[in-house]
C-alpha cells in the first residue's frame, strides 16, 4: 500500500487563489521531505526540501514566497502555491526517504489548474 | 551540476518483445533509483543499485550499474501492456544526501 499520501490530487481554482497541498508519511516519520513540480511530458524538478521544524531548502529559482513550504510535524509537510496564476499550472508531487540510505517513495500528486 | 540522460525518449513495443532503457550521468552515481509513472500519476520504486557492477532483478525486469557507475540500463524481458508507462531514473544529487535529479524519462508503449 501507499507510503506517502497526498492530498488532494485534483484542484482547479480561479486566478489569485492560494492553494494548499498536503504530503503525509505513513507509518513512518520524515524529518525531510521534498517537493517536485512536472511539466506536460517531462521530468520532475525539485522545488524545494522541507526541513522539519526549520526553514525549507529552495532550489535555484524557486521563489520562496511563491511557494510557502511548512513541515510542522514528523509526518506532515504542505506547500501553499500563493496567488497562484495560470503559469503555476502544473503536476507538483511529493517524496518522503523512509530512512537512511532508503529509496524516496512519492506521493500520487496534485494536479492543479488555475484558470 | 549532475545531469541524467535517458534513452530512447520513447519505445513503441509489441507485446511479448524484450527491451532495455539507459540511463547516463555526467559524473560519478552515490545512488541510482528506477522509478516507473504512469501520466497523472505518482512514482512507483521499482529498484535501487548502489554498488558498481551491481544487478538486481524483480518479476521481468533487471536493472545494471555499470562498474564506473555513470551508465545504468534498465532491461524488461517479454513486455507486457502494464509495464507501459513513463520510467525514469533518478540519482542521489551528491554523497550522503537524500535529495534526488531525475532522468529525462523513457516513454513505454506496449501494444498487443
Known amino acids: 500500500g501507499a507510503v506517502v499520501s497526498q492530498h488532494p490530487s485534483w484542484v482547479i481554482c480561479k486566478s489569485g487563489t492560494s492553494v494548499k497541498i498536503e504530503c503525509r508519511s505513513l507509518?513512518?516519520?520524515?524529518?525531510?521531505m521534498f517537493w517536485y513540480r512536472q511539466f506536460p511530458k517531462q521530468s520532475l524538478m525539485l522545488m524545494a526540501t522541507?526541513?522539519?521544524?526549520?526553514?525549507?531548502?529552495?532550489e535555484q529559482g524557486v521563489e520562496k514566497d511563491k511557494f510557502l513550504i511548512n513541515h510542522a510535524s514528523l509526518t506532515l509537510s504542505t506547500l501553499t502555491v500563493t496567488s497562484a496564476h495560470p503559469e503555476d499550472s502544473s503536476f507538483y508531487i511529493c517524496s518522503a526517504p523512509m530512512g537512511s540510505n532508503q529509496p524516496q517513495h512519492f506521493g500520487d500528486g496534485t494536479r492543479l489548474s488555475i484558470l | 551540476s549532475q545531469e541524467l540522460e535517458q534513452s530512447p525518449q520513447s519505445l513503441i513495443v509489441q507485446e511479448g518483445k524484450n527491451l532495455t532503457i539507459n540511463c547516463t550521468s555526467s559524473k560519478t552515481l552515490y545512488g541510482l533509483y528506477w522509478y516507473k509513472q504512469k501520466y497523472g500519476e505518482g512514482l512507483i520504486f521499482l529498484m535501487m543499485?548502489?554498488?558498481?557492477?551491481e544487478e538486481k532483478s524483480h518479476e521481468k525486469i533487471t536493472a545494471k550499474l555499470d562498474e564506473k557507475k555513470q551508465q545504468s540500463s534498465l532491461h524488461i524481458t517479454a513486455s507486457q501492456p502494464s509495464h507501459a508507462g513513463i520510467y525514469l531514473c533518478?540519482?542521489?544529487?551528491?554523497?550522503?544526501?537524500?535529495?534526488?535529479?531525475f532522468g529525462t524519462g523513457t516513454r513505454l508503449q506496449v501494444f498487443p
Open positions: 533518478g540519482a542521489d544529487s551528491s554523497y550522503n544526501t537524500d535529495k534526488l535529479i
Open positions: 507509518d513512518f516519520q520524515a524529518t525531510t
Open positions: 543499485l548502489q554498488k558498481g557492477g
Open positions: 522541507s526541513n522539519e521544524g526549520s526553514k525549507a531548502t529552495y
